[in-house]
């Protein structure tokens, strides 16, 4: 299995581009979800999803949005980037019922917004 | 890699020395609790985990401990290595939630 993969590994992007961060998972878990983390911060959560076809907010929601119509594939997709996105985006998945403890995380983007 | 965190709070341990690093979690409700490594240019890794109806729970060379009294989560890393350098998250969720909550994060660094 290859795990959580993401690509690109690193993007700049032009204030108010957009642009869709990749996530993909072989290892056919329910859970999927996408963290943001900034400079002296830990991870925050900004969509999640349980299963395909069902997404939800998390801390951070605000300027992007997710689908999940394969259980593989969870992207990310920022509409109209703004300087504030710019961070290290991870993806990350879990089994799902009663597997809490096993948290797969992609090695991250990072994304730099002009 | 890149810079996790440019402000983290750092323990610097002697190579072979025990390292604590300790995490304060905010909500009451949340009853499951993880430790992550970072390193750098990577994705967090888990490290252990411990339930709220337990206070100890042991790995290998890693011991967590858990004060819901205090709200408080040490990691114990027994016989600290140069490869044990990285940051340090813990993270807190309630029972039927995947959200995880992450802590800001402590970088270990280890001196030979």
């Known amino acids: 299995n290859a795990g959580v993969t993401q690509t690109p590994k690193f993007q700049v992007l032009k204030t108010g581009q957009s642009m869709t961060l990749q996530c993909a998972q072989d290892?056919?878990?329910?859970?999927m979800s996408w963290y943001r983390q900034d400079p002296g911060m830990g991870l925050r959560l900004i969509h999640y999803?349980?299963?395909?076809?069902?997404?939800d907010q998390g801390e951070v929601p605000n300027g992007y949005n997710v689908s999940r119509s394969t259980t593989e594939d969870f992207p990310l997709r920022l509409l109209s980037a703004a300087p504030s996105q710019t961070s290290v985006y991870f993806c990350?998945?879990?089994?799902?019922?009663?597997?809490?403890?096993?948290?797969?995380f992609g090695p991250g983007t990072r994304l730099l917004v002009l | 890699g890149e810079s996790v965190g440019l402000h983290l709070p750092t323990l610097s341990v002697q190579e072979g020395d025990n390292s604590i690093i300790n995490c304060a979690y905010s909500n009451s409700a949340s009853d499951y609790f993880i430790w992550y490594k970072q390193e750098s240019g990577k994705g967090p890794q888990f490290i252990i985990d411990?339930?709220?109806?337990?206070d100890k729970r042991q790995g290998q060379r890693v011991t967590v401990l858990l004060n819901k009294t205090v709200k408080h989560l040490s990691l114990q890393i027994a016989a600290t290595q140069p490869g044990d350098s990285a940051v340090y998250f813990c993270?807190?969720?309630?029972?039927?939630?995947?959200?995880?909550?992450f802590g800001s994060g402590t970088r270990l660094l280890v001196r030979p």
């Open positions: 411990i339930r709220s109806n337990m």
């Open positions: 990350a998945s879990t089994p799902g019922q009663g597997n809490r403890e096993t948290q797969y």
């Open positions: 993270a807190e969720t309630e029972d039927s939630s995947y959200k995880l909550i």
């Open positions: 999803s349980v299963g395909a076809g069902i997404t």
């Open positions: 290892m056919n878990h329910e859970y």
